[in-house]
Structure formats: structure tokens, C-alpha cells
């Protein structure tokens, strides 16, 4: 049993914003790399929004410029650590309805998106952020995860 209490210790020694970074990094790069993609052949982009992608209550091309600002704008965010919180929020949402209505058969991957973003929702963005150094001079510690 005493091994395993270490282990279990060492385990709860692991500082959360170097599990707040992988989260951000994780992240940024699945967004990042999506938005990089639908850049690439906007044509194409416009023809799966149209045809695939089929996103309610929205026209395809609306929801296409949608999708592709927040991953070019939340990449940055993450990477920075700037509005992590509500930037983690929005890609919650986006998440949740690309795997309700766009490709239900990809909720193993979407799940892994979720725990990232639930990381980042529940602890912050860590220590090494804007949001930290943000809060910090404000004399607050809103932004800290350590």
C-alpha cells in the first residue's frame, strides 16, 4: 500500500499548469490545423458546408465562416492563454455540434476535445498565460492555475 500512496501522491504532484498547457497546445493544434485545412480550398470548404456539414438553423456558408473564425481566432487565444475560459466555452459549443450533427460517429475524438476543454473551464489556463499575468495586475488571482 505505501508504494502505491506514493504513486497516488506523485500522481497529485503534478502541477496543473503543465496539464493546462498540453490542454491549450492539444487544442490549438486540432483547431488550428482544421482552420489551416478549410483556408487551404475555400471552394471545397464552402462545397462541405453545403453538402456534408450540415449545421441547423444556420446557412451552410454562414455557418462555414462561422466554424473557420473560431478556429483561426482561438488558436492564438490558446496559445497565448488569453480569454481562455470563454475561448474554451466557445470551442464546447462547436464541439458539441459537430458531434450532434455533423459526424456523431466520431465521439471517441470528440470526447478527448471535451476533456481538454473541461481541463481548461474547470482550472484556467495555468500559470503561464496572458490571463495570469492579466490577473496578477490586477491584483487578483483569477487567471492562476499553478
Known amino acids: 500500500m505505501k508504494i502505491w500512496n506514493q504513486f497516488r501522491l506523485g500522481c497529485e504532484a ?6 493546462a498547457i498540453a490542454a491549450r497546445v492539444g487544442l490549438a493544434r486540432v483547431f488550428g490545423s482544421s482552420a489551416l485545412s478549410h483556408l ?3 471552394q471545397t470548404t464552402l462545397y462541405l458546408f453545403d453538402n456534408t456539414f450540415h449545421v441547423p438553423l444556420l446557412p451552410p456558408h454562414l455557418a462555414a465562416y462561422m466554424a473557420v473564425a473560431i478556429e483561426v481566432g482561438s ?9 481562455t475560459r ?5 470551442l464546447l459549443g462547436m464541439t458539441l455540434v459537430i458531434e450532434v450533427f455533423v ?4 465521439w471517441p475524438t470528440h470526447i478527448q476535445w471535451a476533456v481538454m ?13 496572458l490571463d495570469t499575468l492579466i490577473a496578477r495586475g490586477f491584483g487578483s488571482r483569477t487567471g492562476d492555475a499553478s
Open 14 to 19: 503534478i502541477p496543473v499548469w503543465l496539464i
Open 40 to 42: 487551404a480550398n475555400w
Open 117 to 129: 476543454i473541461l481541463v481548461l473551464l474547470r482550472w484556467g489556463p495555468g500559470l503561464f498565460s
Open 103 to 106: 459526424f456523431p460517429q466520431a
Open 75 to 83: 488558436t492564438p487565444l490558446l496559445l497565448l492563454g488569453l480569454a
Open 86 to 90: 470563454l475561448t474554451a466555452l466557445v
